[in-house]
């Protein structure tokens, strides 16, 4: 079966810098699909970025981008310039690829703090 | 384009009574999740299902909670004679696709009992 784990519960950020935040999975899968959602005191679920297995590139988004290690299977999220609203829990994900059933697997989170 | 809507937001409920969450996907979209968040902890998979069919339930408690997704109408999550330990968010997420992409999710439906 697949696991999300991620490794610090919390973190903390200085205004303006930069964090990442760790996650490693495991599977037997090839193909399949990563993603980190952010959950705000709001508590709504929003995804932040969505990574394909089979694409090598890193995929990015504004300030958000991730470091992708298929090998050694790992996802961590790379928050840039960090801002207060940056402030939540993240959660990382996996997903089994199309085609086959599959719900989100979901790591039990990192809490972010931001400092000003 | 109207995304997942969850209600009621906040349902209070005394031990023993029934609590039911609504869930309506998004527009074009006919899988349905569930999933519980205790407080302090991740999302915990509950139940998938497709419209008339419960397709993965491994997550379900086997006593007291059920789910369907009608033909018509919104999916719903029941449980019945709810305990003190059923207080949770409960987050219904819905995709166009079987597996592969991201859920949408709702903004959660707050179960508290009494």
């Known amino acids: 079966a697949q696991t999300v784990t991620q490794s610090q519960p919390e973190m903390s950020v200085q205004e303006a810098e930069t964090v990442t935040l760790s996650c490693t999975y495991d599977?037997?899968?090839?193909?399949?699909?990563l993603f980190w959602y952010k959950q705000p005191p709001s508590r709504q679920m929003i995804l932040v970025i969505r990574?394909?297995?089979?694409?090598?590139q890193n995929a990015t988004e504004n300030r958000f981008s991730v470091n992708f290690q298929k090998a050694a299977k790992s996802f961590s999220l790379k928050i840039s310039d960090s801002q207060l609203g940056d402030a939540a829990m993240y959660f990382c994900a996996y997903r089994r690829p199309r085609g086959s059933q599959g719900n989100l697997i979901f790591g039990k989170g990192t809490k972010l703090s931001v400092k000003p | 384009n109207a995304g997942v809507m969850q209600n009621p937001r906040h349902l209070v409920r005394r031990r023993g009574q029934e609590a039911r969450l609504r869930c309506s996907p998004m527009?074009?979209?006919?899988?349905v999740y569930w999933y519980r968040q205790l407080p302090e902890e991740g999302l915990k998979f509950m139940v998938y299902l497709q419209k008339e069919n419960i397709i993965d339930e491994s997550g379900m408690p086997k006593e007291r909670f059920s789910a369907e997704f009608p033909k018509e109408g919104p999916s719903i999550l029941r449980i019945q004679q709810v305990v003190r330990g059923d207080s949770a968010a409960y987050f219904c997420?819905?995709?166009?696709?079987?597996?592969?992409?991201?859920?949408?999710f709702g903004e959660g439906s707050r179960l508290t009992v009494l």
């Open positions: 527009k074009g979209h006919s899988h």
């Open positions: 997420a819905s995709s166009p696709l079987q597996g592969g992409g991201e859920l949408f």
């Open positions: 990574q394909e297995a089979y694409k090598q």
């Open positions: 599977t037997s899968e090839s193909d399949y699909y």
